[in-house]
């Protein structure tokens, strides 16, 4: 005979939040004479559990990159704002700690630069879509606060080599801090079978 009783002992909840944090954003590729810099990101996170061990974390983030390089001696800012769309694995080795990693999908919004006209043909030659892929680790406290050390590794050209003969891809260095509601209306409660 089987029968089937709810365990409470360690239910598992979807958690919606928020996010930011600083980026030391630079690029990786043809551009000589390239340095990093420091700015923003911020937006929401919801994270779902599929076991006591393994979670998805979806993300809308506002993402302020770029970088700083020397050109004719004049050094130049650029300024590559993204919204971010990261779907990020993680893998609880203890009940605080996190590894994770998964892909980030970004949507080019503005670009800037204080020494090139706005109708510079180097405005066109970014490409709206970049993806990367994201690595790091988590630290989350039971009342939902939580930290996050991450990297992403651009896998695409963020130039257009239609427009500009070079392969630059983007490199973030990611730390964050953010919050994660819980409400028992969206728990996942365990089911255990017993003989």
């Known amino acids: ?38 700015r923003i990101h911020l937006g929401a996170v919801v994270e779902y559990p599929i076991s006591s061990k393994f979670y998805i974390q979806g993300e809308l ?23 971010s769309l990261p779907i990020i694995s993680k893998f609880y080795i203890t009940d605080k700690i996190s590894l994770e990693t998964g892909p980030q999908f970004s949507l080019l919004t503005t ?18 879509l970049d993806v990367s892929w994201a690595f790091g680790a988590g630290y989350k406290l039971e009342s939902g606060l939580f930290f996050q050390l991450r990297y992403n590794l651009g896998l695409t050209n963020i130039n257009d080599p239609g427009i ?15 919050y994660l509601f819980k409400t028992k209306n969206n728990r996942r409660v365990i ?3 017993y003989e």
């Open 111 to 128: 670009i800037g630069n204080d020494d090139v006209a706005d109708n510079d043909p180097f405005f066109d030659s970014f490409r709206d």
């Open 164 to 178: 500009i003969d070079v392969t630059n891809r983007n490199s973030i260095a990611q730390l964050s801090v953010g």
């Open 1 to 38: 005979m089987s029968a089937q009783k709810i365990s409470d002992e360690d239910p598992l909840y979807a958690r919606a939040g928020f996010k930011g944090g600083v980026n030391y954003s630079s690029i990786l590729g043809d551009t000589d004479d390239v340095s990093g810099r420091v």
């Open 191 to 193: 089911r255990e079978a």
């Open 61 to 83: 983030l506002y993402s302020a990159q770029g970088y700083k390089t020397d050109v004719a001696g004049v050094e130049q800012t650029i300024s590559l704002n993204y919204i």
